[in-house]
């Protein structure tokens, strides 16, 4: 027999959810702010109310603890983060928290004793929108943040997070000396659902789909092309040191370059998100002189990132202007977990639901697990109009299938028999 998870629940959590920020249109749970606080503070409430374990640690992620029968035993994991983009949507991040304690909150009401305990994870600032760093609160849950990651600055506020954190009673010390919080070997897994904020599995008219691993990432934050501001009427063609023309050009190629990795069986995204010239040097009778943009390229190979970066590199090459793509940042593409992978398929199966394996281009806190050497899985939830924006938006009927694969698969890592 199956045990439902609370829908009820769930669409009471995600209502307070939504009405517990201040945007309009959107949402905002800034990372370390007053939204992200609100929202650990309504599911930690809502968690005691089931009688649940609460606990956090020193980088405040919070822990939902339905205790097992053995406490021995190394504890199954589920959840996601609750901080969100600024004017984002409702469901990135928290449907994984909401979710697994949607589960709980099933087995809590049918009395359910499960042999391992069971734990829902509520991750902080999963986005790197706030601060730039990536995966903050899984980092610090394994002692891997590293002292310099808290002397980075929240873009708006400009407090470092070392602030942020000790403004809200967490421990930045013991996170700058690399005290894990979590230690890998008395976790069994860590499973993650989270919408798919790609337009794949609806276009497919599948409800979920497996993940088969979390694209790396190599970055360009602060990229610059440089030639020479010249007279767009007096300088000839063979006399300018465009900076336009010369990043265009590169653009161009490297698109290219993409096209033939992809015909050779390369996996991989390549994206100039933002293209500056200087508001108060550019004009519409100069030569632009100088540009500023970045370079974001992901994929699930090492070697594809490698060689997409060679590539990149030689597609520079028009005289007069210099390129220089700075430091370079990003995190290790990573696997999941092969048993986990085919139990939340079969789960799927079980409730009549094809979930076919798709990778995931976007990065997420499984990441962090599955480089901790914690066995990770990751179920997408379709969802309409992608992430990052107000408009997302997932079904609580396409939620309920997903909650009950998860529940499945937990209870069976458990050793319980919903
Ligand atoms: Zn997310």
Redesign the pocket.
């Known amino acids: 027999m199956t045990v439902a998870p609370d829908m009820v629940l769930a669409a009471r959590l995600f209502e307070r959810l939504r009405l517990d920020n201040t945007d309009q249109d959107g949402v905002t749970r800034d990372t370390y702010g007053a939204g992200e606080q609100r929202a650990h503070d309504l599911l930690a409430a809502e968690a005691r109310a089931l009688g649940l374990e609460v606990r956090t640690d020193a980088a405040l992620n919070l822990y939902l603890t339905l205790p097992g029968r053995d406490r021995g035993l190394p504890v199954v994991m589920t959840g996601?983060?609750l901080d969100s983009v600024p004017v984002g949507g409702n469901y990135?991040?928290a449907a994984?928290v909401v979710a697994g304690l949607s589960v709980l909150a099933g087995w809590v009401a049918a009395g359910i004793s499960l042999r391992r305990d069971v734990t829902v994870m509520a991750i902080r600032a999963?986005?790197s929108a706030w601060f730039p760093v990536s995966y903050i609160g899984s980092k610090a849950a394994f002692g891997q943040l590293g002292a310099e990651a808290l002397e980075a600055r929240r873009f708006d506020t400009g407090r470092t997070l070392a602030e942020h954190l000790a403004g809200l009673g967490g421990k930045p010390d013991a996170l700058a000396r690399g005290e894990p919080q979590l230690d890998a070997r008395a976790i069994d897994c860590f499973i993650e659902l989270?919408?798919e904020?790609g337009p794949v599995l609806l276009g497919q008219g599948d409800v979920l789909g497996v993940v088969t691993g979390i694209c790396g990432s190599l970055r360009y934050r602060r990229a610059r092309a440089v030639g020479r501001y010249g007279h767009s009427g007096a300088t000839p063609r063979l006399y300018r040191q465009d900076a336009v023309v010369a990043f265009a050009e590169l653009v161009y190629r490297s698109n290219q370059d993409w096209a033939e990795m992809e015909a050779q069986g390369h996996e991989l995204t390549l994206t100039f998100g933002r293209v500056d010239t200087d508001p108060h040097q550019s004009d519409l009778s100069k030569v632009a002189g100088e540009i500023d943009f970045c370079i974001d390229i992901r994929s699930r190979s090492k070697a594809t990132l490698a060689e997409m970066d060679r590539r990149l590199r030689l597609a520079v090459r028009t005289p007069g202007v210099v390129f220089d793509f700075g430091a370079a940042s990003g995190s290790e593409p990573a696997r999941m977990d092969e048993n986990l992978r085919q139990a939340l398929t079969s789960a799927a199966a079980a409730h009549g639901l094809c979930a076919p394996a798709l990778p995931s281009g976007?990065g997420?806190?499984s990441a962090t697990f599955a480089h901790a050497a914690v066995a990770s899985a990751m179920l997408f939830v379709r969802n309409a109009n992608g992430?990052h924006n107000p408009g997302e938006t997932m079904t609580m009927n396409d939620f309920a299938a997903g909650c009950a694969v998860l529940g499945s698969v937990l209870a069976q890592r458990a050793g319980g028999k919903p």
């Open positions: 996601s983060h990135d991040g994984g999963e986005e989270h919408i904020q976007a997420h806190d992430s």
